[in-house]
């Protein structure tokens, strides 16, 4: 079995190069290729589809539980507050500096050395399978979802994003819609009762005031924003129709289907949904992985951010190295003590998980 001190500086190493490698979502195939060497390395068999990597225990037994480890290799355009080369690795007052260095970079390492520590070792109560996912940030149809049906049913997870190592045991999932209010064109200088911008404002007005009665103990209430508005090409013109664009952070109480429903029956609109795949998730306080990370002094919360945990049906726990508020930032950074910790934390749950 390797050390975890080695596997952390192999960790350290591959994060680095990771940052030095541009992976924007659907544009991961070089960093693809770097996961692809560090199991090679490890002497560990994987398999890829599009960007995505994945692997599974050397001693997988078909009648065991499974458990994922999970997290994404892709990342966001870096913004144009950035003063460091964004695709430089460097270390200074113990930060390694970088794009994806805290999202989620750190995170992937740190599992990858988890499942690595954990990989031949013989009669765990659970298989493990590691997916380093693609397209997790622009939620694309080639991400984890697309790998899910080659890999056998999940029975819990661990994703992998940055929150300080603490429990994030529920996330809020996301619902955009695309909202059309008709109406009647016509000159600007005629009487026109049917203007399709006026009558925007009491279905802007229903999105504002509304409240969804079941709050979440952990997620809080369901979010409803407008958050674009489109309509009009000349002042002299009325337009046929005002288009909305709402985003909709559901909490752990709704299906997507419910939150859309009830929006249909209280407005006349026209309502698309652009997808209905990114749902809430959860997992009780009384897992086995949550009650492993209390007793290591962990702390639980709600996450109100979306993360690949929106597209597993199993229960699944949000927890990394890293800072959320880092995420997408210029000048992006996680401390390599972090990952240190990290890495020592994982394999501590996990070790306890399985004793369980």
């Excluded at 001190?5 to 960093?31: C, G, H, V, W, Y």
Aim: charged share 20%; with cysteine.
């Amino acid at each position: 079995m390797k050390t975890i001190e080695n596997l952390t500086q192999q960790a350290i190493t591959l994060l680095k190069k990771m940052i030095e490698t541009p992976s924007f979502s659907s544009e991961e195939d070089k960093t693809a290729l770097l996961i692809e060497n560090w199991f090679t390395q490890n002497e560990i068999p994987f398999k890829r589809e599009n960007n995505n990597v994945w692997a599974f225990n050397k001693h997988f037994d078909e009648t065991k539980p499974t458990l994922l480890l999970n997290s994404h290799h892709d990342t966001v355009k870096p913004n144009q507050g950035y003063t460091n080369d964004p695709f430089q690795a460097f270390v200074q007052d113990g930060k390694l500096f970088g794009l994806g260095s805290n999202d989620a970079g750190g995170c992937l390492v740190s599992l990858l050395a988890t499942f690595v520590y954990f990989y031949a070792t013989e009669n765990l109560p659970y298989n493990c399978v590691i997916v380093a996912s693609a397209e997790e940030e622009s939620s694309g149809k080639n991400g984890l979802n697309s790998v899910l049906k080659h890999l056998p049913k999940l029975d819990c997870a661990i994703v992998g994003e940055p929150t300080l190592m603490q429990l994030a045991i529920a996330e809020k999932g996301l619902l955009v819609l695309d909202v059309v209010i008709k109406g009647t064109a016509s000159h600007a200088a005629h009487h026109n009762p049917d203007n399709p911008i006026y009558n925007a404002v009491p279905v802007i007005e229903w999105f504002n005031s509304y409240k969804f009665d079941k709050i979440s103990e952990i997620l809080g209430p369901v979010k409803l924003t407008v958050t674009q508005i489109n309509a009009g090409k000349q002042h002299n013109v009325v337009p046929s129709q005002c288009d909305l664009v709402v985003d909709i952070r559901v909490n752990d109480c709704y299906t997507n289907t419910e939150i859309l429903e009830t929006v249909r029956n209280h407005i006349s609109a026209e309502v698309n949904p652009r997808s209905m795949h990114l749902n809430a998730s959860s997992i009780p306080t009384n897992h086995g992985l949550v009650k492993a990370g209390i007793a290591l002094g962990r702390t639980t919360y709600g996450s109100p951010t979306l993360s690949d945990q929106s597209v597993l049906t199993c229960q699944s726990l949000k927890l990394g190295p890293g800072e959320t508020l880092r995420s997408h930032s210029a000048n992006e950074f996680i401390y390599l003590n972090e990952i240190e910790e990290g890495i020592q934390l994982y394999i501590k749950i996990l070790s306890d998980f399985f004793q369980q």
